[in-house]
């Protein structure tokens, strides 16, 4: 090789200093007493580097730069030859930072596609390559002993989210979950979620139903209005408690709540609202008695009470 | 038998040749251009000190000359060249991830035209009693190495083009 | 095993009979004198079986059906017990057709994926899976002569098309393609085409834009355009022609074209056209003097001309 650049380390600490040495050996055949190595990063010419010639006749060159600024950059080794300046190896010069610690790590279970998703913020950027892993086991107590492993979830490149499939779950055995950052200046884990995936089940709002007129029901009350609602199909095998709210589409009244609805009903009756007016009525509904997370409100089912 | 000098070649043969030609220059100005973007490495004129160390061979065209124009002379150095710049494009494999597509579809053409110089020669006679074989080749040591012989042999490879283009159009010239 | 069907064929041409015999083995222990061994297509009986003890003892049914109307259908192998029928064996029949020839194949090399893309038409449904390959090779002469092959390209389940990429391709050589289509009845293979890729690219028409007034260009006469256009970028190696149409924007007149035209110009007078009218260009290039295709009209230019 006619030249070759060595570094002290391939990747620093963002202004760390950084020290190279490139040896220019004889087969370069064009060198003499005069032969000066010049060092380049980027662009620019860098002062400082100090030149001396090995015993076996090979010409060396050490530079530090005191502080790396740059995340990336090019450092050239060069020889004056005739009257041009030529580049004989470079080195890609990296710098940047341990990865931050992740945090907001969070999972929801996806019942469609049965998998636990968890996402979590990567923290600012640390200029280098950095591999997260959302790791995790399972565990009889409260995540303090690991019982037996899971596999590895590896992200899509950039992604700050993974989902671990169905095989690798025991939907209600408690899990500890974390994720763990690594690039080439170290290693950092977030906080240790423990928790037991169908208690952290996703759930889609219900949906609503008008009901019409039908000869066995008697036609509503002035001020009423009839419906009925069904929870999502992937989740009828949960119980549920759900709420409905509702106020009238025009003005600024705002929200009146009704709690504590069962999760499937094939007809309700809603009361003490202002006849001849038009509502919008929205529901959504929470694993109940056992632990779980609220849907988002299910989209406006609007209906009109009859007059007095 | 050497031949005279266009009469002997195909129209159809040598237009096909022109528009190799001008792909070949395309592809090569890109890995130019992307050399230069991606790694800094704008100036052959930089590297020739590495250049002579690596020991990258030159391919000629003397009998292409249009003073000293021989055809058959001229179709095998063309031939040979463009065979000598195959096994130069094989051996900067694993240049760069960016740059492999490119340099992927430089060999493809660059073999694709020596492919058909050869069949032309085989048309007419004229081609060597053997299919020719690939002299020693640079070993690139480094990704730099790579890079900086990408640089080299394109600059080499868009010299060489010229020349060709000039003879071909000479050639095709009614 | 309790009770086994085999059957004269797996797959059958449609309206063909089909035999099938059902051994019922010892271990099912209830077989007695009186057993029966009863048939179903999918939930209909069939008569017509006859039925066998074998010296082992073991009790063996063979049915006949005449004509497998249906492509796909299963047949089910029974036993009378207590008073429910019990199945012991299942088996599904196929009937269908021999692959039709596939027809209308061409071919065009797209100069953006570098590939050479083929589209055929299958033919009729033949009810049974059948899978099309693109085979092809390369050739010196007219395709006659077979120089090397080219490995099959496969296309997407259900697909009618299928791309060779570049590195498999020598532009300028002729290549044999035909499709093969095959599934358990037969095979077919489409007639050959023989063509050179680059005699097949698909050009993109060119851009053609408006020339503004400018300092050196003396202002257009009336009733006279200006314009410039380039072919398409990935084809500028390739010496095309080009045509341009014109007609005015309103109006029935129908177009009026210009051909031979440069593939590409930086200045273009259109005259001999009536004065402040709006005007629709289009302009098309195919490969010239080696042989190409035409590319679609170009998007419309809308230019007016100035007043007398």
């Known amino acids: 090789q006619c030249g070759h650049i060595s570094l002290s380390a391939p990747i620093v600490r963002l202004g760390d200093p950084i020290t190279a040495s490139c040896i220019i050996s004889q087969n370069c055949s064009h060198l003499d007493s005069e032969s000066h190595i010049v060092w380049k990063l980027e662009a620019e010419l860098q002062p400082g580097e100090r030149q001396q010639y090995l015993p076996n006749g090979t010409l060396q060159s050490t530079i530090t730069l005191p502080h790396l600024n740059r995340s990336r950059a090019l450092l050239s080794c060069c020889l004056h030859w005739g009257n041009s300046l030529q580049i004989l190896d470079q080195a890609e010069l990296q710098a940047g930072y341990p990865p931050a610690t992740p945090h907001n790590l969070s999972c929801l279970m996806n019942l469609t596609t049965n998998s636990l998703t968890c996402q979590w913020e990567p923290g600012p950027n640390n200029h280098l390559s950095t591999n997260f892993t959302l790791k995790s086991f399972r565990s009889r107590g409260n995540c303090q002993s690991q019982e037996d492993s899971i596999p590895d979830c590896v992200p899509e490149d950039g992604q700050s989210h993974c989902s671990i499939p169905r095989k690798h779950l025991q939907l209600y055995q408690n899990m500890g979950i974390w994720v763990q950052a690594k690039n080439a200046l170290g290693t950092s884990v977030s906080p240790k979620l423990c928790l037991v995936p169908m208690d952290v089940v996703k759930l889609e709002p219900p949906t609503l139903w008008a009901l019409g007129p039908s000869p066995e029901l008697a036609p509503p009350q002035p001020g009423c209005l009839r419906l009925r609602w069904e929870t999502w199909k992937p989740s009828l095998h949960i119980d549920q408690k759900c709420e409905l709210r509702h106020q009238p589409r025009l003005g600024e009244a705002s929200w009146d709540l009704v709690g504590a609805l069962p999760s499937r009903t094939l007809q309700y009756e809603l009361c003490r609202l202002r006849p001849s007016t038009a509502y919008a009525l929205q529901m959504r509904c929470t694993r109940w008695r056992l632990p779980g997370h609220w849907s988002n409100w299910s989209p406006s089912l609007e209906l009109t009470t009859t007059q007095r | ?174």
């Open chain 2, 1 to 174: 038998t050497p031949l005279g000098p266009a009469s002997s070649l195909p129209q159809s043969f040598l237009l096909k040749c022109l528009e190799q030609v001008r792909k070949i220059q395309a592809d090569g100005a890109d890995l130019q251009e992307r050399l230069c973007t991606t790694h800094k490495l704008c100036h052959p004129e930089e590297l020739v000190l590495l250049g002579h160390s690596l020991g990258i061979p030159q391919a000629s065209l003397s009998s292409c000359s249009s003073q000293t124009l021989q055809l058959t002379g001229c179709l095998r150095q063309l031939h040979g060249g463009l065979f000598l710049f195959q096994g130069l494009l094989q051996a900067l494999a694993g240049i760069s991830p960016e740059l492999a597509p490119t340099l992927d579809i430089l060999q493809l053409d660059v073999t694709d035209f020596a492919t058909n110089i050869w069949l032309q020669m085989e048309d007419l006679g004229v081609a060597p009693a053997v299919q020719p074989t690939q002299g020693p080749m640079p070993t690139f040591t480094s990704a730099f190495q790579r890079r900086a012989g990408g640089v080299l042999v394109a600059s080499k490879l868009q010299s060489f083009l010229e020349l060709a283009y000039r003879v071909l159009r000479y050639l095709a010239e009614p």
